[in-house]
Every structure is written in structure tokens, then in C-alpha cells.
């Protein structure tokens, strides 16, 4: 029950919804990295909301959420695959972090000048030749000025990429993230209610319930628990309940991968100065070691001396 999300479609209209429930998975991202409370608030709702939306996609892949920020966090990303794996990590400006107040606001962290983005990207597992991830962007900005929380964000980038009417109800803490989303699918989303059955005032109905959720309630409550209180009164289809889980992808053999693409006279550089190459992975803390033999092995196997620097959440040491 610690890690699961609930779809559920309503029989009286195009209206689908979802509930999710983090605990455990959300426990793996946070015993490898200490984040100030503000920044741990939204990489959980980030975390809740990647996989309210990847569980929508009829698709087998990745969906990344990144947030590039221009104030003290500079990044904040989720990636979630199609069977719920999940990982997350931020990344702060130089020693900005011991300087985040517990105050700090969204704007504060990420969109100081008007300059944020939100970025999700659809990456496809197998991939045709010459197919390319989809990714849409949005400012952290709408027609009324900065938006003020991820549900904003997400709810903006929905409308605006995507062309859904979606509402989300996001909260995080210490110990879960958690989250609800209810979207109005386009014309009659692939089901046809009897005539007698059919109302169209279910999507406000069922946003103004929604609406009465506190944040206080979202963590306190089980899914289930919310479910019965706010649509009681409906008739819903409940669906079987999906199992997320914390992955990292990380591995030795990637990030050998890796340093063939940086070539070997860069790889060089650095052991000719340290001794030794060590990648840290953001997501998972793992930190692989490759001292002299090991680099001459792994170009040796492969016969490469040049590369390019690829676009990496690792970090070289």
C-alpha cells in the first residue's frame, strides 16, 4: 500500500482520474541526498506528478521532468518509466543550498528573473531509425505572472503543449509524496455513456471536489481514504492499482560508455592529475572508480582515443 497509484474513470463522462501514493520510493531519494526543506517539497511533487502523467502515456519509455531554474536550484529532475520506476535528483548553483530558507517559494528557487522552464520530454524505449524523444516546453510563467506551485506549472504546460483541460493536487514532505489528477479527455474520450447517463456537468463537479483537498489532507490520508471521501457520490470504474518502485539505471558499464565518448586524452588528463577517474551518479549516490589499468583496459576493448562530452547528470572527479 506504501507505493501505488489508482487509475479510475468516471461512467457519466470523458473524465479520467488518478491517485498516487510515494513512500518507500520517495524514502530512496532521500536517504541519498539532504535537501532544504522547500527544494525536498517540490522534487517530491515533481516525483508524484511524473507518475501521474506517465501513467497516462500509452507508450513504453521514459518521461523526464526537469525544471532549469535561474535562482538558487538549477535543476530539478524526475525521470519515471512506463512500469513506475522512478528516480530524482536536483542540482543547486555552487554552495547555494545552505542558503535556502524554509520559506523559499518556487519562485524564489527557480524563476528569480522570469527565466525558468519546465521541460518533459517522452523518450521512447525502442526507437525507429531517425525518431526522435518528443519534448515540450513552457515558461514557469503565465498569462497573470509567475505560477506559484508545480500543480500551476503542470497544469500550465497541459494546457499549453498538450491541449488537456487537467487539474492537480500535489504535497510532499519528509515521509510521503503523494497526488491526485483529474483530466477531461478530448470529445468522448473512447467511451459513449448510455444517454441517460451521460452529464456534462462532471468535470466541474468533480474539480470542485477536488478542490476541497488540503495539503494537510493529502498527506495524512491514504488514497483509498481520499477516493471514497470526495467521490462517493459517483459512479466511478476503479482500475488495478500499479506498483511504483525507486531505480536508478546507473551502472559500471555505462559509465564506461561514457568516458569512451570523452575520449581517452581527456580520461588521461584527469588520471595523469588524480590518480584516478571517479564518476558520481545525482540520482543514487553510487560512485564508480576506474584507476589507470582499468581506463586502458576499457579503451583497448573498444579501440577508441577521441570522443565528445556528452550531456550527463554524473559528475567527473
Known amino acids: 500500500m506504501n507505493d501505488q497509484l489508482q487509475k479510475f474513470m468516471f461512467n457519466s463522462a470523458p473524465v479520467r482520474g488518478e491517485i498516487v501514493s510515494l513512500r518507500d520510493t520517495w524514502q530512496e531519494v532521500l536517504t541519498r541526498r539532504d535537501y532544504p526543506a522547500p527544494v525536498r517539497t517540490m522534487l517530491g511533487e515533481m516525483m508524484a506528478a511524473s507518475a501521474l502523467l506517465s501513467a497516462n502515456l500509452k507508450f513504453d519509455g521514459t518521461l523526464i521532468m526537469q525544471i532549469f531554474g535561474d535562482g538558487p536550484v538549477q535543476m530539478l529532475v524526475v525521470q519515471c518509466n512506463s512500469d513506475l520506476s522512478l528516480r530524482a535528483t536536483a542540482k543547486f548553483a555552487g554552495d547555494a543550498a545552505a542558503t535556502i530558507g524554509d520559506d523559499a517559494t518556487l519562485a524564489d528557487l527557480v524563476n528569480v528573473t522570469g527565466h525558468g522552464r519546465c521541460v518533459i520530454t517522452l523518450d521512447p524505449r525502442d526507437k525507429v531509425p531517425g525518431q526522435q524523444p518528443y519534448q515540450g516546453i513552457v515558461p514557469l510563467n503565465g498569462e497573470d505572472g509567475p505560477l506559484k506551485s508545480m500543480a500551476e506549472v503542470l497544469e500550465h504546460y497541459m494546457h499549453h503543449s498538450e491541449q488537456l483541460d487537467t487539474r492537480l493536487w500535489l504535497a510532499a514532505d519528509a515521509d510521503r509524496a503523494v497526488g491526485m489528477l483529474l483530466q477531461k479527455l478530448p470529445g468522448d474520450g ?8 451521460l452529464d456534462s456537468d462532471t468535470w466541474e463537479r468533480v474539480c470542485v471536489l477536488g478542490s476541497t483537498l488540503s495539503r494537510d489532507e493529502l498527506l495524512a490520508e491514504e488514497p483509498d481514504t ?21 531505480e536508478c539505471t546507473c551502472s559500471r558499464e555505462k559509465v564506461g560508455a561514457m568516458l569512451k565518448m570523452l575520449g581517452r586524452g581527456e580520461v588521461d588528463e ?46 567527473r572527479h
Open 190 to 197: 473512447g467511451i459513449v455513456p448510455h444517454p441517460h447517463e
Open 226 to 246: 481520499l477516493f471514497r471521501r470526495l467521490f462517493w457520490q459517483e459512479k466511478v470504474q476503479r482500475f488495478e492499482p500499479a506498483v511504483a518502485r525507486f
Open 270 to 315: 584527469v588520471i595523469e592529475e588524480r590518480g584516478h577517474v571517479e564518476i558520481h551518479c545525482e540520482y543514487c549516490n553510487q560512485r564508480y572508480e576506474f584507476d589507470p589499468v582499468d581506463v586502458a583496459q576499457l579503451f583497448a576493448a573498444s579501440g577508441l582515443s577521441q570522443g565528445v562530452s556528452p550531456a550527463d547528470s554524473s559528475q
